[in-house]
């Protein structure tokens, strides 16, 4: 009688989750159309966006070539221990190149720019929700959306390309050193390789897919702190939620871009 009493109370509960999981869904769905249309009306904050693409972009640069580098010694010291047993170890370098780019490259980005960036977004508005600062724009007549959704979103599907770009290049210089100063291979066959395999294609792949995790992490991140609701603790429970669902979903949108791009 337990079992089938266990059946029954996992079953409901399964459909209880995905019932909010759906109604979450089209409450962002929601969110992101009132961005959009926001978005496109004056008054156009530039100022602000300005604010928050230094936030997002130039604060998040010395992470980034932090991460990258040692991505890519990893990435050499790993590549280098499999392809050496075929003697392959001159494609060392194609191997890194194409990871980074089409791959690690935007992916790490995201999750570092979630971890820093996307964190912060949520506390902060998070905040305003629970000292009444959101509902005093509403009172001055200034659409909380426009003037602090809009920013942060334009901002962060900025940065994330270029924030891309530096971590695949810092990847790249930290596998060049570790490549020919530490493994001894050639650097005419390493950047040899690098260029013979490593096309445009690769490099418009992981751009694209940069742009739509800032656009993913963005939304979420003000989402969550733009419901924020149970004082400190609420907030603290958004910034947790916020984090944890964008690297779920910039890791499930990784994989469906890249079935779709090859």
């Given at each position: 009688m337990w079992v089938v009493d266990f059946v029954k109370s996992s079953v409901v509960g399964i459909v209880e989750m995905a019932q909010e999981w759906l109604s979450e869904l089209g409450l962002v769905i929601m969110f992101l159309g009132a961005s959009l249309y926001w978005a496109t009306r004056p008054p156009f904050r530039i100022q602000?966006?300005?604010?928050?693409?230094?936030?997002?972009?130039?604060?998040?640069?010395?992470?980034?070539?932090?991460?990258?580098?040692?991505?890519?010694?990893?990435?050499?010291?790993?590549?280098?221990n499999a392809m050496s047993r075929y003697g392959a170890e001159s494609l060392v370098g194609a191997a890194t190149a194409l990871a980074l780019t089409r791959e690690l490259g935007p992916v790490l980005t995201g999750l570092m720019v979630v971890g820093r960036v996307g964190s912060?977004?949520?506390?902060?508005?998070?905040?305003?929700?629970?000292?009444?600062?959101?509902?005093?724009?509403?009172?001055?007549?200034?659409?909380?959306?426009?003037y602090l959704v809009?920013?942060?979103?334009?901002?962060?599907?900025?940065?994330?390309?270029?924030?891309?770009?530096?971590?695949?290049?810092?990847?790249?210089?930290?596998?060049y050193i570790m490549a020919v100063e530490y493994l001894h291979i050639d650097a005419g066959a390493f950047m040899s390789a690098v260029s013979d395999y490593v096309t445009s294609s690769d490099v418009t792949q992981g751009l694209t897919k940069s742009v739509?995790?800032?656009?993913?992490?963005?939304?979420?991140?003000?989402?969550?702190?733009?419901?924020?609701?149970?004082?400190a603790r609420g907030v603290g429970l958004a910034t947790t939620k916020a984090v944890v669902l964008s690297s779920v979903l910039i890791l499930f949108s990784d994989y469906l871009m890249t079935a779709i791009m090859f």
């Open positions: 602000e966006t300005i604010r928050q693409l230094d936030f997002a972009g130039t604060q998040s640069i010395l992470l980034i070539v932090m991460t990258g580098a040692f991505t890519g010694m990893v990435s050499v010291l790993q590549g280098h912060a977004m949520t506390a902060e508005l998070g905040s305003m929700r629970s000292t009444y600062q959101i509902d005093a724009l509403s009172s001055m007549a200034v659409a909380p959306v426009q809009c920013p942060r979103i334009i901002a962060t599907s900025m940065a994330m390309p270029f924030l891309a770009t530096i971590f695949s290049f810092s990847g790249m210089i930290g596998a739509v995790f800032g656009l993913i992490l963005s939304l979420v991140a003000c989402f969550k702190g733009f419901n924020a609701t149970g004082g």
